[in-house]
Structures are given as structure tokens and as C-alpha cells.
């Protein structure tokens, strides 16, 4: 009995090992067209009774929660139930469920996505391990020379980020502007560590962003007067709430002042400091790349709604 004890126990282990091995954070990347798109999961307690996790984007670009994980024959799967929908028809069909799957293979995720009942092939995807970045905003970063991504007379130095989508905005008077439904745009250079001026103007119900390193959205939104959230104007989009609502009402220029070193994020919102050396965790819904070491450029968001640009300034922090 005690050999026939000891079998079983060392059969068991690699499974419990295999399970342990999908916990930390994860880059994702989509094999999809016209171009592939950029998720984040995070896992922890996989193998346990107390197994969590969250995960960008599965539903409306939020930060999700996973309501299911299990490793099934060494598989990762994990569901993330379907949001009630509003004001739908009592005859619509109910909202379908996601299910993710995936593999360890060579030390990344080699995933697939679908959703329940989905007659279509699923979606594959791989995922690669968050690295961890060392920089920190510890007073020994200096300024290079600013950079002007917007010359104020067209949107050279600016591609579609969809390049399906007709390429709509235009130049006038000194003002860059988008005319939806369009695409997001993203500048042709990258950065790394920066600080970034950054003047814009919104209409009634505007809801639009600008991505840093093409991952992390700091939100824009028409929401003078609403109490700070994660989606509110000066948030880190889905992560992290502003301090305060800084918001000017609709029609006049505000500003923002973002300063980003490593994961380290502040941002001076119409001279409001609303976010404080905070923690990016990870990608937000905006992100065109999931290489969270490399730099990238600023994304500027168009498919929503219109959003005007009159000064957008970088410099960038060197050692």
C-alpha cells in the first residue's frame, strides 16, 4: 500500500505543477485580421480551490472577471460569463458566454477563443509572459528635446490603425480633427519613457482616449460634474480611477499632462494631479501590441465619437 501511496503521488505532481505554471500575468496577441488585436490576463491560485483571474478585453473593453478556471488534462480553461444586456428584446437571443483555452508550449500560452455555441473556428491566439520592467520615476530621468507629433497643418507623422476603415481627419485652422465613424490613428514614432502635453476639445456625449505606448489608455469622456470611475476622463482606462473628476464642460480646450516611466503613470488633467505614480498593471483595450518591453507610439481614438487636437507634445526622459 505505502509503493501504491507513492505511485499515486508522483503521478499527481506534474498535473499539479502544469496547473500552477498558467498562474502570473499574461501578454496576448490574436491571429486575426485585418490586423491582430491585444489581450492581458492575469491568473493566480490556478490548481486550487482559490483560483482567480482578470482579464482584458472580453466584454465592452473592461476589465473583466474570469468566472471559471480549470486545467483539464493539462489544458488551461477558463469562461468569462456573458453581461446582461440592456433593454433587449424580450425574443432576442440570451448573450453567449467566452471560453478560452490554452497550452503551455515552450513557455507561452498557444490559445484558442470562441464562444459558446459558436459554429465558426475559434479564434487562436499565444500568449507570452508580462515582463517585468525595472525603471522606476525615481528623480534620475532627465529631459531630451520635445518632440511636436502634431505640425498643425496635416496629420503627417500619423497612420490608420485600421486600415479598413476610411482615414477620416482633417486639418483646420490649427486643429486636428476626426469625423466618426473613423479609425484610431497612431503615431509613426515610439517612445518609451516620456512626458506628454497634450490639448483637447470634446463635444456633448465625446468618448475617445489616447494611447501611451500603444497599450495604455488614459480615457477621454464628456463627464463635467459625474463623480471620478474607471471610465471617467482621467482614468486609466478599466484600471485605475482618477483622484478627482478635473473635466471641463464640453466645448472648451482642456489639457493633459502625462508622465510615464516604466509602469510608474502620472497624469495632470487640467492642472489637476489626478493620477499619482500609479501602477500599470497591464494592457488596457486600446493597446495595437502586447511587446509591454519595447516602446511604442500614442494612439489616438477616433471610432468612437469626435474629439479635436490642437497641441500633442512629447519629450522624452533619457538617463
Not at 525615481?138 to 496629420?155: R, V, Y
Not at 482618477?242 to 482642456?254: L, M
Amino acid at each position: 500500500m505505502r509503493i501504491a501511496w507513492g505511485i499515486l503521488l508522483l503521478a499527481a505532481c506534474p498535473v499539479l505543477a502544469g496547473a500552477q505554471d498558467y498562474n502570473g500575468r499574461w501578454d496576448i496577441t490574436t491571429m486575426t485580421t485585418p490586423r491582430p488585436r491585444a489581450w492581458w490576463v492575469e491568473l493566480t491560485g490556478v490548481g486550487t480551490p482559490q483560483a482567480a483571474g482578470k482579464f482584458v478585453s472580453a466584454y465592452g473593453g473592461d476589465m473583466n472577471k474570469i468566472d471559471k478556471i480549470e486545467v483539464v488534462n493539462g489544458e488551461l480553461h477558463f469562461t468569462i460569463n456573458a453581461p446582461a444586456r440592456r433593454n433587449a428584446a424580450t425574443d432576442a437571443p440570451p448573450p453567449r458566454n467566452s471560453v478560452y483555452t490554452a497550452r503551455l508550449v515552450g513557455g507561452k500560452l498557444d490559445g484558442a477563443f470562441q464562444l459558446e455555441g459558436q459554429t465558426e473556428p475559434p479564434t487562436k491566439w499565444t500568449g507570452v509572459r508580462a515582463p517585468v520592467i525595472a525603471d522606476k520615476d525615481d528623480g534620475s530621468w532627465k529631459k531630451g528635446t520635445p518632440i511636436a507629433l502634431f505640425n498643425g497643418k496635416d496629420a503627417a507623422g500619423w497612420k490608420p490603425l485600421n486600415p479598413d476603415t476610411p482615414m477620416k481627419w482633417t486639418v483646420q485652422d490649427g486643429v486636428l480633427r476626426n469625423a466618426p465613424p473613423t479609425t484610431d490613428i497612431y503615431s509613426e514614432q515610439k517612445f518609451w519613457n516620456f512626458e506628454a502635453h497634450v490639448d483637447f476639445r470634446i463635444i456633448e456625449n465625446s468618448n475617445s482616449g489616447i494611447g501611451l505606448r500603444g497599450r495604455y489608455e488614459i480615457q477621454i469622456l464628456e463627464d463635467y460634474g459625474r463623480p471620478p470611475n474607471t471610465h471617467g476622463s482621467g482614468a486609466l482606462y478599466s484600471r485605475v480611477a482618477p483622484s478627482v473628476n478635473a473635466s471641463k464642460p464640453a466645448g472648451e480646450w482642456q489639457s493633459y499632462d502625462i508622465r510615464l516611466v516604466g509602469r510608474t503613470l502620472t497624469v495632470v488633467f487640467n492642472g489637476t494631479k489626478v493620477l499619482d505614480k500609479v501602477e500599470v498593471e497591464g494592457l488596457t483595450a486600446i493597446a495595437e501590441n502586447s511587446d509591454e518591453a519595447e516602446p511604442g507610439p500614442f494612439i489616438l481614438q477616433g471610432d468612437h465619437s469626435y474629439v479635436e487636437i490642437k497641441n500633442f507634445v512629447v519629450t522624452p526622459l533619457v538617463h
